[in-house]
């Protein structure tokens, strides 16, 4: 049973940095991708970000590049977003994904098969 978990999301003022954390348990993940998506109320579940595990490509949505950073911890199973320089439109439910590896179509929900329950992150101006 695979399960993602998601942790460090809360309240932080505009300009401000928060570290999202996703533990993954319940198998081995070289052979997946990991994402982190967003959704905001009344808006489609958006791609943040995707770091491919074993070779570490990573690749981000337009609306984060230069600010977000991805990451994850091999020996920990987790993965990291850093979001730095924080706006008020980056308030959303944040979610983890894993799918199995591919360089393609990353940022489709519909190709990954384990999610986590999300974390909130409100940004105030």
């Known amino acids: 049973q695979v399960q993602l978990v998601e942790s460090g999301g809360g309240l932080v003022q505009a300009g401000g940095s928060l570290r999202l954390s996703c533990a993954a348990s319940?198998?081995?993940?070289?052979?997946?991708?990991m994402s982190w998506f967003r959704q905001a109320p009344g808006k489609e579940r958006q791609f943040v970000a995707v770091?491919?595990?074993?070779?570490?490509?990573?690749y981000y949505g337009d609306s984060v590049k230069g600010r977000f950073t991805i990451s994850r911890d091999n020996a920990k199973s987790t993965m990291y977003l850093q979001m730095n320089s924080l706006k008020p439109e980056d308030t959303a439910v944040y979610y983890c994904?894993?799918?199995?590896?591919?360089?393609?179509?990353?940022?489709?929900?519909?190709?990954?098969?384990?999610w986590g329950q999300g974390t909130q992150v409100t940004v105030s101006s």
């Open positions: 994904a894993a799918g199995v590896d591919s360089a393609y179509f990353y940022a489709r929900p519909d190709k990954y098969n384990y």
């Open positions: 319940g198998r081995t993940f070289s052979s997946y991708r």
């Open positions: 770091i491919r595990w074993s070779a570490g490509n990573t």
